[in-house]
């Protein structure tokens, strides 16, 4: 049809958006009746379902978002959120999902650093899981099933209720929740004694595409190797984990040591690189780099912040420190014994003696405007390198900037890079999380502050990994690469793959092709199914 004029090209594009719109609420109509048709009791499903119009809806979508980036008005929202009380609603949701067009985000504690798991650019759903939160010890077999919108602190909390001895290594910040922190490995405290969370997963029961509920042994191997480190949200909707628990002193130290620039910091971080890899695997030390105010007025420096955890007494670590890094200076007082779930309140920044169910709170400990990036060492950045990142955080968008560096070595050396889709193993000195924060709104901040950690990203370009340069998807960056709109392709994937999972990700696509070979489970970082490669590939 040719158009004559530009008040007749406006005619039709308002026709065609009219259209489209319509179809949009047809099809979220269509969607909530299936909903109330296909689930086993109409009712309670009516009762865990919102959207717009409902007084709770936002609310309930905002409340466990972290990054406010992801708050503003121009945000896409869902179309519904579903807060499914049984497991046989999920089911539901994603026949009706597959059925309508709709998309599903799954969401277990909000943590996703670039807030995938409860936006989307297409029409969607958000499961959020926050009533699956049970959680069933046994200390017998050293074991728990821990559902998936449990939070690593409800984890914390209810192992600690039963055993002063046993302990998991999860993250350090208690309202993660743990559906996505274990699909996509799960750092914390004592990975140099035991890996990841993931590593310790001897279990687990999903929904799959076909709305089927599945557990290790009726989803077969592959299945489960691909949900422990390789993001869950590809491969289905996790219901619950069934984890190992793992040996923990009565008694364990920690310790926090604060060097500026003026007290040797950069010498002190130079030969930290060269030793915390080497330790014994019982002792873990990171360091935490962030500007502060200098002793001098009015000026600022540099602080290195030197914090650990060590399974055992204090008079074994003072004795392997002076060992290893005298320099550091560590005395006795430096140094405080505690038990284990005390030292989970001492990196949370709990106020020591705080009762324990501050850990069953899940409201969101801070709620602010950041953006994160995460890079792999292999050799020692040279005194040059560490002082060309001194010299970034003296600038303004550095004021609330940090890096955080995590000691490998010990049973991250020993385990393979192939036994889970999380490949960044032996040849690693230490990860590095970039972060920065601010608190103005609006897109002009945000960007001034997004390009200045791209800046800083670009720079450590020479001291960190390479071909690929390596990134850990729990810091999610779509900087690295995204998949196009909708069924993207093995090549376009690929781009971000083999930065998070390198050669894992070819079997990453393998088991997707095989068990959602239609891409049914998809966002902007998702494994594609090869099928689909294929199909348009001969197109």
């Given at each position: 049809?040719?158009?004559?004029?530009?008040?007749?090209?406006?005619?039709?594009?308002?026709?065609?958006?009219?259209?489209?719109?319509?179809?949009?609420?047809?099809?979220?109509?269509?969607?909530?009746q299936?909903?109330?048709?296909?689930?086993q009791?109409?009712?309670?499903?009516?009762?865990?379902?919102?959207?717009?119009?409902?007084?709770?809806?936002?609310?309930?979508?905002?409340?466990?978002?972290?990054?406010?980036?992801?708050?503003?008005?121009?945000?896409?929202?869902?179309?519904?959120?579903?807060?499914?009380?049984?497991?046989?609603?999920?089911?539901?949701?994603?026949r009706?999902?597959?059925?309508?067009?709709?998309?599903?985000?799954?969401?277990?504690?909000?943590?996703?650093?670039?807030?995938?798991?409860?936006v989307s650019?297409?029409?969607?759903?958000?499961?959020?899981?926050i009533?699956?939160?049970?959680?069933?010890v046994?200390?017998?077999?050293?074991?728990?099933?821990?559902?998936?919108?449990?939070?690593?602190?409800?984890?914390?909390?209810?192992?600690?209720?039963?055993?002063?001895?046993?302990?998991?290594?999860?993250?350090?910040?208690?309202?993660?929740g743990?559906?996505?922190?274990?699909?996509?490995?799960?750092?914390?405290?004592?990975?140099?004694?035991?890996?990841?969370a993931?590593?310790?997963?001897?279990?687990?029961?999903?929904?799959?595409?076909?709305?089927?509920?599945?557990?290790?042994?009726?989803?077969?191997?592959?299945?489960?190797?691909?949900?422990?480190?390789?993001?869950?949200?590809?491969?289905?909707?996790?219901?619950?984990?069934k984890?190992?628990?793992?040996?923990?002193?009565?008694?364990?130290?920690?310790?926090?040591?604060?060097?500026?620039?003026?007290?040797?910091?950069?010498?002190?971080?130079?030969?930290?690189?060269?030793?915390?890899?080497?330790?014994p695997?019982?002792?873990?030390?990171?360091?935490?780099?962030?500007?502060?105010?200098?002793?001098r007025?009015?000026?600022?420096?540099i602080?290195?912040?030197?914090?650990s955890?060590?399974l055992?007494?204090?008079?074994?670590?003072l004795?392997?420190?002076?060992?290893?890094?005298?320099?550091?200076?560590?005395?006795?007082?430096?140094?405080?014994?505690?038990?284990?779930?005390?030292?989970?309140?001492?990196?949370?920044?709990?106020?020591?003696?705080?009762?324990?169910?501050?850990?069953?709170?899940?409201?969101?400990?801070?709620?602010?405007?950041?953006?994160?990036?995460?890079?792999?060492?292999?050799?020692?950045?040279?005194?040059?390198?560490?002082?060309?990142?001194?010299?970034?955080?003296?600038?303004?968008?550095a004021?609330?900037?940090?890096?955080?560096?995590?000691?490998?070595g010990?049973?991250?050396?020993?385990?393979?890079?192939?036994?889970?889709?999380?490949?960044?193993?032996?040849?690693?000195?230490?990860?590095?999380?970039?972060?920065?924060?601010?608190?103005?709104?609006?897109?002009?901040?945000?960007?001034?502050?997004?390009?200045?950690?791209?800046?800083?990203?670009?720079?450590?370009?020479?001291?960190?990994?390479?071909?690929?340069?390596?990134?850990?998807?729990?810091?999610?960056?779509?900087?690295?690469?995204?998949?196009?709109?909708?069924?993207?392709?093995?090549?376009?994937?690929?781009?971000?793959?083999?930065?998070?999972?390198?050669?894992?990700?070819?079997?990453?696509?393998?088991?997707?092709?095989?068990?959602?070979?239609?891409?049914?489970?998809?966002?902007?970082?998702?494994?594609?199914?090869?099928?689909?490669?294929?199909?348009?590939k001969?197109?």
């Open positions: 049809m040719k158009i004559q004029s530009t008040a007749g090209l406006s005619f039709v594009l308002v026709l065609l958006f009219s259209s489209s719109w319509a179809a949009s609420v047809q099809n979220h109509e269509d969607f909530l299936c909903l109330s048709l296909h689930s009791n109409s009712t309670s499903i009516s009762q865990v379902i919102y959207t717009p119009n409902n007084s709770s809806y936002l609310p309930i979508l905002q409340f466990s978002i972290q990054n406010l980036r992801f708050t503003s008005s121009g945000t896409p929202k869902p179309t519904v959120i579903v807060t499914p009380s049984h497991e046989s609603q999920i089911s539901t949701v994603i009706c999902s597959r059925t309508h067009g709709m998309q599903i985000r799954v969401r277990s504690g909000g943590h996703d650093y670039e807030g995938l798991s409860y650019e297409l029409p969607f759903v958000v499961v959020d899981t009533n699956f939160k049970s959680i069933t046994d200390t017998e077999t050293r074991t728990a099933w821990v559902q998936s919108g449990s939070t690593v602190g409800e984890l914390y909390y209810r192992i600690a209720e039963k055993s002063k001895v046993l302990g998991f290594p999860a993250g350090f910040c208690p309202t993660v743990v559906g996505g922190h274990f699909s996509g490995g799960g750092y914390g405290m004592m990975l140099r004694k035991y890996g990841l993931a590593d310790n997963v001897i279990d687990a029961r999903l929904v799959n595409v076909n709305g089927e509920i599945l557990d290790r042994k009726s989803m077969g191997e592959d299945h489960f190797w691909a949900i422990r480190g390789g993001g869950g949200a590809s491969f289905g909707v996790i219901l619950e984990w984890i190992k628990l793992l040996s923990v002193p009565q008694d364990v130290t920690v310790f926090v040591v604060d060097k500026t620039l003026e007290q040797n910091a950069t010498n002190l971080v130079h030969k930290w690189q060269s030793v915390a890899s080497k330790f695997e019982d002792l873990f030390l990171r360091v935490t780099i962030t500007r502060v105010n200098s002793t007025d009015g000026e600022q420096t602080q290195a912040s030197f914090n955890l060590f055992g007494g204090q008079d074994r670590l004795s392997l420190m002076q060992e290893s890094f005298p320099e550091l200076g560590l005395t006795k007082e430096d140094c405080m014994e505690m038990s284990w779930i005390e030292s989970v309140f001492y990196f949370a920044d709990f106020p020591r003696g705080e009762s324990l169910e501050v850990l069953l709170d899940r409201t969101p400990l801070v709620r602010q405007y950041f953006k994160a990036k995460s890079d792999y060492v292999k050799e020692p950045i040279s005194k040059n390198g560490l002082e060309g990142i001194w010299k970034m955080f003296y600038e303004d968008e004021e609330a900037a940090y890096m955080i560096l995590t000691p490998y010990g049973k991250m050396d020993e385990i393979s890079k192939y036994a889970i889709p999380f490949p960044h193993r032996a040849g690693n000195l230490y990860k590095i999380q970039h972060l920065v924060y601010w608190e103005e709104e609006g897109e002009v901040a945000a960007e001034r502050y997004i390009s200045w950690i791209r800046r800083l990203y670009s720079y450590m370009a020479p001291y960190v990994s390479k071909f690929p340069r390596a990134a850990y998807i729990n810091y999610r960056d779509l900087d690295v690469g995204v998949n196009n709109q909708g069924n993207t392709s093995y090549a376009q994937a690929s781009i971000w793959g083999f930065k998070y999972f390198k050669n894992n990700f070819n079997r990453l696509v393998k088991v997707k092709t095989m068990v959602d070979p239609g891409n049914f489970f998809r966002n902007e970082q998702s494994i594609p199914p090869v099928s689909l490669w294929r199909k348009k001969g197109d």
